[in-house]
């Protein structure tokens, strides 16, 4: 059974178990902070890579660490101590508790009770919505004995408040710096350097810990530091906690660890009485903030209503699409996948107890995949984000691979490596097409924006050590201007660039990696057959959306004219020189002179680029084992295939041809069948991202070095199980595809996961959810279940339905849902009375009880006809099935 159930319609959750699994954690969060926490409260709290107020933490900190937002309560009837959080070493009273857990968008409770000492804790944890940057905590505890009972209430929360940097180095040299306060409301501390090496900085992050009760009492006592507080215990067993030993004020408490340990008066509690205390944990960067957020939520009501308005924020944006399926576990997992792309918004893929790496920001890939979810809801918001994010691109078709919160801000790379993934050029221009599809606004391929420009050249092949950021990290001029092409020049450097790119075999290089980071040992002769398909791809899908632009010319820089240059594709050295003549007429400074093209010149050179590469991959990467090899090793060797009776196969080497258009219709019928017969596992019903090759790969990447059924080397890995899944459906592969899909959701709710609801990374070989809500996988399911499942989706700018639904999948005769399009409402009624296992075809189809054209297979709705349409009311489409 797993760990939770779910008990409404809102996501929200319950869990007597979750105890028992100490790497389980949940986030909470919004724009200015992001915590996580766990069963015991444990986790961390910060606002960015150099400012955590609770110690860092990962998923073996969970398992080690007895750092948690702990709350003790002193009976003084019995002479002995509770933790309300269950972080103690006195297991026989934990032991004792009974444990329930509650949570929803975003919000998470514990309940313990304890009969033998007679009390009931209740802790209510959340982040308001409204973006202060504090997390806030209601302790509620129940007299649940027939006798009152005295208690002394005490917070015990170990602050750390500096950079993660520190966890390891200068550790105790940084706690010097601290400067704390005890302040009436609880403990301030405000450290005088932000510590570094390089060059120490003033600080002004001010970390706090307020706590008062329902009666708007301070704290009686104030314990200002880890020492002061642990005395001779720890932090599961202090010692003033288990004495009832007041605090010495005598001692010097600056330069020391400090902890947010507040101890309340003692409070008489009669039978079934019931009394609250609350903490606000927070960072801020002015004095006059901590008081402000004071009189914010210093009443209890105030809270509360911050508490409901911030459920009803994350209920809305999970709800955007009102998924009625009859399958309520379906319909609630949903919403919580739903804000996923929110979350790792916020969080970028560095702050959750897995996600131990980097250094926050928001990586290249990962930012523009996690638009795809969220272009369905709102694609006019995101159209400025669209446009700045394409200032990353550098003019070599390379990218910087951080996007700063801030506009045209962005990161070379976050460990300072020269280096560049071969497949980032793609990512940009799939979520463009989106945006296309789903506005019809053609316009934005012609802003002129800047492009980037730092000290790497060449895509990192060579460094300009003349290059300073003094004058900004912008392209320029040899006139000395700030150089701006529109974007759609943006996406021609990114895509022609990679198509000359190539190495031994005629294939674009593979360089620091691709999608798949594990492949990073080859950067001179490796080379990624799979990401030259959906360069392919790429290329004849710009040709298609160039017949939509009117525009019978578009303006050029002109030295990209090379790449436009009729030289023979099959030969690899005449490529190869190119793109390397090129890389040297724009290694530092560009004309800012443009040439004139023909748009239907373009376009042809464009669909001349993608008929020869497509069959290049057709011809030469097809292997008889019944799948594409997708790579080429430092050593020059063909990666998959049959070796040494092992057949290698990796599972993104057949997703690619599929989804770009390269793989014929009988390659795919024969890739479903070797993936069923090398990829998918019988036990746990899902399919791997590769078989186990049985050593290690020194001259391709470190992927094959980890465990197999771990991460790159052979996991359950959702992001290419769902690309998989999208990729079938766009190619008509109807109920192949549903099996895949529906063998993610399957895993992810299966007793094994041992997760909260949300769709994880992956999944190892016991089926054992791992790397919680931040990974792209979710903007993925997302898009295919409304764009290719349901169909609804946009066709350069007008709406199309063109369901790929199977009877199997109504557990009613009717499913709904919600979208938004061209500034409309639409409420989407499927129906069907067949259970037939196959794909379904319309039969009836209407619009506000008035019939509609449709055809078996879709329904098309003209923009022009939706924009005469009321925007203040939801208008009803009904479509029959059969």
């Avoid at 450290?191 to 002004?204: A, C, I, M, Q, S």
């Avoid at 209920?315 to 792309?341: E, G, K, Y």
């Avoid at 990401?531 to 939509?548: P, T």
């Avoid at 040494?644 to 014929?664: D, H, K, T, Y």
Wanted: charged share 25%; glycine share 6%; hydrophobic share 40%.
């Amino acid at each position: 059974m797993r760990i939770f159930e779910f008990i409404n319609n809102k996501g929200t959750f319950i869990s007597r178990n979750a105890f028992k699994i100490k790497t389980l954690y949940f986030p909470l969060c919004n724009e200015n902070i992001m915590c996580s926490i766990t069963p015991y409260l444990q986790g961390d709290i910060k606002s960015d890579q150099h400012t955590f107020l609770l110690p860092p933490v990962s998923r073996i900190d969970l398992l080690t660490s007895s750092v948690s937002r702990n709350f003790w309560v002193y009976i003084e009837e019995k002479k002995q101590a509770w933790s309300v959080t269950g972080v103690s070493k006195y297991l026989w009273h934990v032991n004792q508790d009974s444990f329930l857990l509650t949570a929803g968008l975003l919000w998470h409770k514990i309940e313990r009770e304890n009969r033998k000492l007679g009390l009931k804790a209740e802790i209510l944890s959340f982040v308001p919505s409204s973006g202060e940057p504090v997390e806030i905590n209601k302790v509620s505890i129940t007299n649940i004995s027939l006798m009152p009972l005295s208690i002394i209430f005490t917070s015990a929360i170990p602050l750390y408040c500096r950079s993660a940097d520190n966890i390891r180095d200068h550790r105790h040299v940084t706690s010097l710096l601290n400067r704390i306060t005890r302040d009436k409301r609880g403990i301030i501390v405000n450290p005088t350097l932000l510590f570094d090496e390089r060059g120490h900085r003033p600080n002004r992050n001010i970390y706090f810990v307020f706590g008062w009760d329902e009666n708007l009492s301070y704290p009686e006592y104030i314990y200002p530091t880890q020492e002061i507080f642990c005395g001779e215990g720890d932090l599961e067993a202090p010692q003033v906690i288990l004495e009832n030993i007041l605090p010495q004020y005598s001692k010097n408490i600056q330069g020391k660890e400090a902890i947010g340990a507040l101890r309340f008066s003692k409070k008489r509690l009669l039978p079934q009485q019931v009394y609250s205390y609350y903490f606000v944990l927070g960072i801020v960067n002015d004095k006059e903030d901590l008081n402000k957020i004071f009189k914010k939520f210093k009443k209890k009501n105030k809270i509360n209503n911050s508490f409901e308005e911030t459920k009803q924020y994350w209920l809305s944006l999970a709800n955007s699409f009102s998924l009625d399926t009859h399958d309520s576990d379906f319909d609630n997992w949903f919403l919580w996948v739903n804000i996923q792309p929110n979350l790792r918004r916020i969080y970028g893929c560095s702050f959750l107890p897995d996600f131990d790496y980097g250094k926050g920001g928001r990586g290249w890939r990962d930012l523009w995949q996690d638009c795809l979810a969220l272009l369905l809801k709102e694609p006019e918001n995101l159209r400025k984000t669209l446009v700045n994010n394409f200032s990353g691109v550098r003019i070599d078709g390379s990218n910087a691979t951080i996007i700063s919160k801030k506009e045209l801000e962005f990161i070379s790379d976050r460990n300072r490596i020269n280096r560049v993934w071969m497949d980032h050029g793609i990512w940009p221009f799939l979520t463009l097409m989106l945006y296309l599809n789903e506005t019809g606004d053609f316009d934005i391929l012609f802003e002129r924006i800047s492009y980037f420009r730092d000290h790497q050249i060449f895509r990192a092949q060579k460094i300009d050590y003349s290059f300073g950021p003094e004058g900004g990290y912008f392209l320029k001029t040899v006139r000395g201007k700030i150089y701006k092409g529109t974007i759609l020049e943006h996406i021609l450097v990114q895509l022609l660039v990679q198509f000359f790119n190539v190495g031994p075999h005629n294939f674009i290089r593979l360089e620091s990696a691709d999608w798949n980071d594990g492949l990073d040992l080859a950067p001179q002769f490796g080379e990624s057959v799979t990401f030259s398909s959906m360069y392919a791809g790429c290329l004849k899908n710009l040709a298609e959306i160039l017949k939509k632009v009117k525009r019978k010319r578009v303006s050029l820089l002109k030295e990209i004219k090379l790449l436009f240059k009729k030289i023979d594709y099959n030969d690899i050295k005449k490529k190869q020189r190119l793109i390397l003549k090129y890389f040297e007429n724009v290694k530092g400074k560009v004309s800012g002179e443009f040439f004139s093209l023909n748009t239907e010149s373009l376009i042809e050179n464009l669909e001349k680029k993608y008929f020869w590469l497509a069959e290049h991959i057709r011809k030469n990467a097809w292997l008889k084992e019944g799948f594409f090899n997708g790579y080429y090793d430092e050593t020059k060797r063909r990666l998959e295939g049959k070796k040494r009776n092992i057949v290698r196969m990796m599972l993104a080497s057949q997703v690619f041809p599929i989804l770009s258009g390269v793989a014929e219709n009988w390659q795919i019928e024969k890739i479903i069948q070797s993936v069923k017969k090398y990829l998918w596992d019988i036990k746990l019903k899902g399919v791997h991202l590769n078989t186990n090759f049985g050593e290690q790969q020194l001259n391709l990447g470190r992927a094959f070095s980890f465990n197999y059924g771990d991460k790159e080397n052979g996991a359950f890995f959702n992001h290419m199980v769902i690309m998989y899944s999208y990729a079938l459906y766009k190619r008509g592969f109807v109920k192949e595809a549903w099996q895949i899909l529906e063998s993610v959701y399957r895993m992810a709710l299966a007793s094994s996961a041992k997760i909260y609801p949300c769709l994880p990374e992956y999944f190892d070989l016991e089926g054992e959810g791992k790397y919680l809500y931040l990974t792209g996988s979710a903007s993925w399911f997302v898009l295919t279940l409304i764009t290719e499942v349901f169909g609804i989706k946009g066709l350069f700018g007008d709406l199309v339905i063109e369901p790929k639904l199977l009877g199997s999948q109504f557990k009613n005769e009717e499913i709904t849902l919600k979208r938004k399009f061209a500034k409309r409402d639409f409420e989407i009624q499927f129906l069907c009375r067949t259970k037939r296992d196959s794909p379904l075809i319309i039969t009836k189809a209407s619009l506000d009880y008035k019939s509609i054209k449709f055809n078996p297979q879709r329904i098309l709705l003209l923009r022009q006809k939706i924009l005469e349409l009321s925007p203040s009311k939801t208008h009803l489409i009904e479509i029959t099935l059969g």
